[in-house]
């Protein structure tokens, strides 16, 4: 009988949210996934969540922000499983303090150090498997703030996913011919812990209106699961009564 290897997904992010939804439908989808986040608490219990309903996982407790640690921890990856052939880049921080009368700089500096340059410290580490491969599949979850001017979303914030997209621009102009394609995801309100760390939390009532985890990890398996010579360069996902 010939077996199918299965495809090995890196998802940052994964404790929580977005990212530990998409880990769960793509481990469902048959990819073995390695699960990324600073706690390691939670990072493990996405991955039971994976092998008990029979997947394959591997934890990866990981600040993206640290490049030695991230290094070691695709080090790891690699030596575990091989090269990798999906990356899913949940990762995020922002601040309540977010407007220019109100903001600092050191906050500004590490929410685009997270959403941004901690992207591309992934992208860097993997591509080169993925060139070897010639194939990657990349899926950058940005936001909708950066596809349209939200200035509730906060200067650092708006910024640095503004920039997911020239980055994601960037990777399809100049890794396609390896096979490489890379999707700016841009979910709308979505009720996860993130919301905590807006200026006014949301209550039930609002969170009910929102999209859940689950709707952007089927839109995420859409993307991965996509032929090959397909590319879906851009997709903004919003709850039906987002303004
Ligand atoms: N919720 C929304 O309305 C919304 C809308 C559009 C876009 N987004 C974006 O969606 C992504 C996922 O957010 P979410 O809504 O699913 O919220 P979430 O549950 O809070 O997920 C964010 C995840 O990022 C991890 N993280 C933060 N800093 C990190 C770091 N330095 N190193 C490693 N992991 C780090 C957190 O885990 P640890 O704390 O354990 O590290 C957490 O699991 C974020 O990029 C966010 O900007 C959210």
């Known amino acids: 009988m010939m077996t199918t290897e299965r495809r090995v997904l890196w998802v940052t992010g994964a404790g929580s949210g977005m990212g530990r939804a998409s880990a769960v439908a793509a481990a469902a989808s048959g990819w073995r996934v390695a699960v990324s986040g600073r706690r390691a608490n939670a990072v493990a219990e996405t991955a039971t969540m994976i092998r008990d309903a029979g997947g394959e996982a591997l934890e990866l407790a990981v600040d993206v922000t640290d490049e030695d640690a991230l290094g070691e921890a695709h080090g ?3 030596d575990t499983w091989g090269d990798v ?4 880049l949940a990762a995020g921080l922002n601040t309540p303090r977010r407007n220019w009368g109100d903001q600092s700089m050191t906050d500004f500096a ?9 992207v591309a410290r992934v992208v860097d580490l993997v591509l080169p498997g993925m060139r070897r491969s010639g194939r990657g599949d990349i899926v950058v979850v940005s936001s909708r703030s950066g ?24 990777l399809n102009d ?3 011919a390896h096979g490489v394609k890379a999707c700016h995801l841009c979910p709308g309100d979505v009720d996860t812990d993130f919301l905590a760390m807006r200026p006014e939390v949301p209550g039930a009532q ?25 590319r879906i360069d851009e997709l903004a996902v919003s709850p039906i009564g987002q303004r």
């Open 85 to 88: 052939d999906g990356v899913v």
């Open 174 to 176: 100049q890794e396609g």
């Open 110 to 118: 590490a929410i685009v150090d997270t959403n941004l340059t901690s």
């Open 147 to 170: 596809w349209r001017f939200s200035p509730g979303a906060g200067v650092a914030y708006m910024s640095s996913k503004t920039a997911l997209g020239a980055l994601v621009a960037s």
């Open 76 to 78: 790891r990856l690699v």
């Open 206 to 230: 609002q969170r009910a209106q929102m999209l859940t985890a689950d709707d952007i990890a089927r839109t995420v398996r859409f993307v991965l699961d996509s032929p090959a010579h397909v």
